[in-house]
């Protein structure tokens, strides 16, 4: 939530300059006041009296999600996404939030992604993106967005659960592949002594057999009788 406050903080100036509608200008108020069961009302007439205008349908998309209105955010953030300009980066983000909280984890790295692409210097992004590989256990590339967002958010309050995640991550990274080598090398073992068994049955197999051809060579000829049979 702080975010996107900060995010509203920075546009407010401009809005209240450019789009001075009395009905943006009080949904705005409303939404900064934390009263967004009001604002949606004003926020909702702006779009009506504007619909070019991409900030009111972000302000409104923040007060749907605050209200638990999400299938609502999200079609207002798609409606208005591919002519956002400049805060596209930030609708693609928001859409990767909703569609985070619904349990849409293809949807909501996809939109980070797009976001990233928009602005590769979002942080927010990344996190989000690293945390939804963190449910796809896609653990790697979760590890370098958690790093990334760091080096783009170096004060970040989050820094000691993540630095801590991501260690924990690796650790356990790094025994898994210890257990693989270990049953690699466990599977060679057990295949190798399978091999030498079956080379000594062979073997064995094989003297028998020589040993029975011994015994054998001796009546391999049928002896001829020579002498006359007399019948009485």
Request: charged share 20%.
């Amino acid at each position: 939530m702080t975010k996107k406050i900060i995010l509203i903080c920075t546009l407010l100036l401009f809005t209240v300059f450019c789009y001075g509608q009395s009905n943006f200008v009080r949904g705005e108020e409303l939404l900064m006041q934390n009263n967004p069961t009001q604002a949606v009302v004003f926020l909702e007439r702006a779009i009506g009296e504007d619909s070019a205008n991409p900030i009111p349908f972000l302000y409104l998309g923040i007060v749907y999600e605050q209200l638990g209105r999400h299938d609502e955010a999200i079609v207002v953030y798609r409606r208005i996404l591919p002519s956002a300009g400049k805060l596209a980066a930030s609708v693609a983000a928001n859409l990767g939030n909703v569609y985070f909280f619904k349990g849409n984890i293809d949807m909501a790295e996809q939109f980070y992604s797009q976001a990233i692409g928009l602005d590769p210097s979002f942080p927010s992004a990344y996190l989000g993106r690293a945390n939804t590989r963190i449910k796809a256990e896609n653990f790697q590339n979760a590890i370098i967005d958690y790093e990334q967002y760091l080096v783009l958010e170096p004060r970040s309050p989050q820094r000691p659960n993540i630095l801590q995640l991501v260690n924990l991550i690796k650790s356990e990274i790094a025994s898994a592949e210890l257990r693989r080598l270990m049953a690699e090398e466990e599977a060679r073992r057990i295949a190798e002594e399978r091999q030498r068994l079956l080379d000594s049955v062979s073997a064995s197999l094989h003297s028998a057999a020589e040993s029975s051809k011994s015994l054998s060579s001796g009546s391999e000829s049928v002896e001829q009788y020579g002498g006359e049979f007399e019948l009485d």
